[in-house]
């Protein structure tokens, strides 16, 4: 069975934060002047905000999580430019504040001592910075979380359940069999972590993230997925849009390609056609109705099966000196079934009148005795007799 989607009251609840691309280029942030490249920017050093303070906690992966989608609801309810007798939110206190949040939600509790120290050491890029209770800087970093918490609370409109794309994808993966396959679960996984510097989770559902990530991750590793008895696709069977899928990845793609961090003279990340046919999708090994599915290996990739991994091995150049049938079957040669052919009649090692049906003959009407190897059992023990076969 396909895993399970989400509750009606989950899914219902996530549908309210989910915007069209029009729609998050008139953020508040971006009404009130800051470029669209710059609020990104922000966005995305909140959540690295978010990662270190993690580390140095100890958190789980799905609390930084929580987190950043916590954060990116906040900043579309308020914006991070101060205008006349507005405040301003800067992006690091507001990442503080989805942390103190989100390990509540996630019951991953930190004292809120050990909160505001990491907060302030990475703020300041000091892992070793000594602060305390008496230091000013404690207080206001405290202070501010404890003032922005109840701000942020009304802004997610109290929506705290979320229903994060990691434990998605893991099902994805055990219904297809594929929870030990280390690289496609690294790929989708580093996906995941990837898009939480976006704005991914406000323009998909987790669903359709998970099944982006599954998708980049079975690209990534050549790996294809059969499809059911009935002949769906494995997008169809998880409930999720193809189209939907390639926007997500092509949303990605490009965050990849713009990195300011990477200088690039070339796109190394191409853009999957969105209104592609889904019969060529490149992730899907289409079987027809009543045959078995068999595992489609071309070019090394590796290919699922029935829910099984299946590998093929690169042959070697040596290793393979019989020419090969269609069906992948070993077939003689000519000098193979010549040899064959002569072996078949390759003459006896003893002379005809001195054997009958292998055994010894006898003459003086003695018991015939096996031969072996042109010998009769009685020169083998050193005697001779008349009748005995000669070398």
Partial sequence: MPPASPRSVLRAAESQWIFTEEELLRTPSALDGLPLEQERENRAKGVNFITQVG?????????????????????MRYSMVEKAGRQAFHYY??????????????????????????????????????????????????????????????????????????KTLFDFLCHFDQQDNKRLRNAGWAFLNDSNLTMLCLLFPSRTIAAAAL?????????TFPDDADGRA??????????????????????????????????????????????AAKTRQRTTLGEPRVPNLEHGTDVVSN???????????????????????????EDDTEEQERGRKRPRMSPEPATANGLAVVENGGSPAPVRNGTSKKEEDGGSEEGELEE
């Avoid at 999580?65 to 900043?75: G, I, N």
């Avoid at 079975?218 to 790996?223: D, I, L, R, V």
């Avoid at 829910?307 to 040669?333: I, M």
């Fill in 307 to 333: 829910g099984k991994r299946a590998r093929e091995d690169e042959a070697e150049d040596g290793d393979d000196d019989y020419p090969r049938s269609p069906n992948g079957l070993v077939s003689p040669g």
């Fill in 55 to 75: 580390i140095m906690l100890k958190l789980p992966q799905l609390t930084l999580a929580t987190a950043s989608v916590f954060m990116h609801r906040f900043f």
């Fill in 93 to 166: 206190a507001i990442a503080a504040t989805s942390v103190f949040l989100a390990t509540k939600v996630e019951e991953n509790c930190r004292k809120m001592r050990e909160l505001v120290i990491a907060c302030c050491r990475v703020a300041q890029k000091n892992p070793r910075l000594d602060i305390d209770e008496q230091s000013k800087e404690y207080w206001r970093w405290r202070d501010t979380i404890l003032h922005n918490e109840d701000l942020l609370l009304e802004a997610v409109c109290f929506d705290l359940s979320l229903e994060v794309p990691y």
């Fill in 215 to 223: 998708y980049c991750g079975a690209k990534h590793c050549e790996m």
């Fill in 234 to 279: 494995w997008w169809e069977v998880l409930g999720v849009e193809l189209a939907d899928i390639r926007k997500a990845s092509n949303h990605m793609a490009a965050v990849y390609a713009n990195n300011p961090l990477k200088q690039r003279t070339e796109n190394t990340y191409a853009r999957t056609p969105e209104e592609g046919d889904p019969q």
